[in-house]
Each structure stands twice: as structure tokens, then as C-alpha cells.
């Protein structure tokens, strides 16, 4: 089976199968710019996120999302409204394009009352219902069966709704993803997992872990159609989950996407991630950067200049400013929050 080819392809193949060509009628001014400022908010959010972690205002552990804001900004592009994003630690990404409030996440990051968990979740573990966001989560690879009940919940309401279980490379060879596997496609469940590879998942390389590293052949066994993607191409992401939310919504099953990408920093903010060279860092900024190739778009087709986009970033900072400035004044918790949202024995609510 070749492996998919996806930076300005107009076909593509699952799992060996052609896919139809998706229709192109070339970029949307708009829609670029929504993309080049969705993107630009996740990236300056999580650099003044490492600010503020290494002024000792966040706690406990951070895993910042930038080189990869491609894939949150591209499947949410692509997504309906209702469908569900879950996810793992890396997190804050995924929760911005869900539309949760920036001041919110960055209090929650601060263990602050006026976070969007309380200031009880902080960066692993944020979650919000309203904005179809259904967690971090801290343990590797949960969250691929948690969707997967996610999913069963939606065919069993048949109300037409997709999870997107996100995940990582080093998640990848959890046995729980497996059967997660299985069980979705028993049941023809409408899930598309995304698995979002950065090469080294906590700090070993993907070909000294894993025997197979074309991880969208992951599902082949269970008859799961699967494509590698440019993860770093927010349009390329779109056009494939477009593709993958449909076979999954039209009751097929589910999907896999191997989004190709790369993290900047380290693991987490602990991580001095020696496991790589900083000319391999640096080469990718140079030539791989999503936020860039979205401004070259623009730039080509006429759609903004250089002035546009300062704009477009100064005002990103001043969002991101004011949800600083939000979660570093906004008080503790009261200690009676310890009591809330615990559940007894018997299920009740406490």
C-alpha cells in the first residue's frame, strides 16, 4: 500500500483505496484568515502559557502545543456543530478552537477560580460540555476509549454527531486504543481518531519504539480505513477530516488520521528535550511552519500584506495579554470547592 500522499494532493488513498477527489475551488480569503488567526491565538497563548509556568504562576505539568496548531485549527474547520473533540494532556490547542474563553482556560492553567473547571482541572484535565469539549486527560491513551463511548453514545441517540479522539504517537501502542478499535468497528461507531504525530512522543523517536511508524496503518486489522496527512497543512487537514468525517457520519465507521507534525518545545515544560539536535528544530521552523505557510497563502493570492497581518497578531496579543492579566488576578478557589463535583459510592452527587 503507498502511503498517502496529502501536501497538495487532490486525490488520496485509505488503506490502499482511492478516495474520491475532494472539490477545490481554491482558497477562501476568509477562511484563510480565520485559520492564520485561530492558529496565531493557539501559538501566542501557549507561549505566554511558558511565561507565565516559568514565573511560577501554573503548577504541576504544561504541554504546550506549538509547531502542531494545524491539526486542532484544521479539524475544527471541518467538524459540525455538536461534534466532540477529546483529547490527552496537550490540550489547550483543542480547547481555543472549541471556542472556550481564553481567560477562562489560562485561569483554569493557574488553579484559579474563574477557570473553566474552578481551578480544579489546570492544564491536564480542563473540560467543558457547552463548548462539545470533553477533556485532557492525564493518562496516556484514555481518552481513545473515552471517545469511543462518546461515539456509542451518538449512534445510540442517532443525532447524526462524530467524536474525534486525538491522540499521540507514543499513545499509540496502548493496548486500550486497540480495543477501542475493535469495538468501534463491530458497531460501525461514528469516530474519527486522530492520531497526532510529533515524532517523539515524551522523548523517544518514533522508529526506536514503534515496529510499525505509519501509524494510519494501524487499523488495517480491523478493517479500518486509514490516511496520512501533513499535519502541518491546515488545508490538507481539513480536506482529509472532511473526507473521514463523512465515511464515519454516514454510519460506515470509524476513521483514522495520521496527521504528520512536530512540537517545538519539549515534552513538557520539565522537558529539555536533548533526545534531538537544535538544527533539526530550527530547520523545521524554517521550512515546515504552519502559521507560515498560511501566511505565504495570503500573501500569494492576494488576500492580505504584511501590515494585515502585524494586525491581525497584535491583536492575538492583546487577547492573550488580557487573559493573563485575568489568571493572574483572579482568586483561589474557596476551600468549600473541595466538596463540589465529588461523587459518593452510590453515585450521588455530593
Not at 295 to 311: I, N, P, R, T, V
Request: net charge negative; with cysteine; hydrophobic share 35%.
Amino acid at each position: 500500500m503507498a502511503r498517502e500522499q496529502t501536501a497538495g494532493a487532490g486525490r488520496r488513498k485509505a488503506n490502499g483505496a482511492a478516495a474520491k477527489p475532494a472539490k477545490d475551488s481554491g482558497p477562501d480569503k476568509e477562511e484563510l484568515l480565520s485559520y492564520y488567526r485561530d492558529m496565531l491565538l493557539i501559538r501566542r497563548f501557549e507561549e505566554r502559557a511558558g511565561q507565565l509556568y516559568g514565573m511560577g504562576l501554573i503548577g504541576g505539568f504544561c504541554h504546550l502545543y506549538i509547531g502542531q496548531e494545524a491539526i486542532a485549527v484544521g479539524i475544527e474547520a471541518a467538524k459540525r456543530p455538536g461534534d466532540q473533540f477529546i483529547t490527552g494532556y496537550r490540550d489547550h490547542g483543542h480547547m481555543l478552537v472549541c471556542g472556550m474563553d481564553p481567560r477562562e482556560v489560562m485561569a483554569e492553567l493557574t488553579g484559579r477560580s474563574g477557570g473553566s473547571s474552578h481551578g480544579k482541572g489546570g492544564s491536564m484535565h480542563m473540560f467543558s460540555t457547552e463548548a462539545a469539549f470533553y477533556g485532557g486527560h492525564g493518562i496516556v491513551g484514555a481518552q481513545v476509549s473515552l471517545g469511543t463511548g462518546l461515539a456509542l453514545a451518538n449512534k445510540y441517540r442517532g443525532d447524526g454527531k462524530v467524536a474525534f479522539a486525538f491522540y499521540g504517537d507514543g499513545a499509540a501502542n496502548q493496548g486500550q486504543v486497540y480495543e477501542s478499535f475493535n469495538m468501534a468497528q463491530v458497531w460501525k461507531l461514528p469516530i474519527v481518531y486522530v492520531i497526532e504525530n510529533n515524532e517523539y512522543a515524551m522523548g523517544t523517536a518514533i522508529d526506536r519504539s514503534s515496529s510499525e511508524t505509519r501509524l494510519y496503518k494501524r487499523g488495517v486489522s480491523f478493517n479500518i480505513p486509514g490516511e496520512e496527512v501533513d499535519g502541518m497543512d491546515v488545508t490538507a487537514v481539513k480536506a482529509a477530516t472532511l473526507r473521514a468525517a463523512e465515511h464515519a457520519r454516514s454510519g460506515n465507521g470509524p476513521y483514522l488520521l495520521e496527521m504528520k507534525t512536530y512540537r517545538y518545545r519539549g515534552h513538557s515544560m520539565s522537558d529539555p528535550a536533548k533526545y534531538r539536535t537544535r538544527e533539526e528544530v530550527d530547520e523545521v521552523r524554517k521550512t515546515r511552519d504552519p502559521i507560515d505557510h498560511v501566511e505565504e497563502m495570503l500573501e500569494k493570492h492576494g488576500f492580505a500584506d504584511e501590515a494585515a497581518m502585524k494586525a491581525i497578531d497584535a491583536d492575538v496579543k492583546r487577547i492573550v495579554a488580557d487573559a493573563a492579566e485575568y489568571a493572574r488576578t483572579s482568586p483561589e478557589p474557596d476551600p468549600s470547592e473541595l466538596y463540589t463535583d465529588v461523587y459518593t459510592s452510590t453515585g450521588a452527587a455530593a
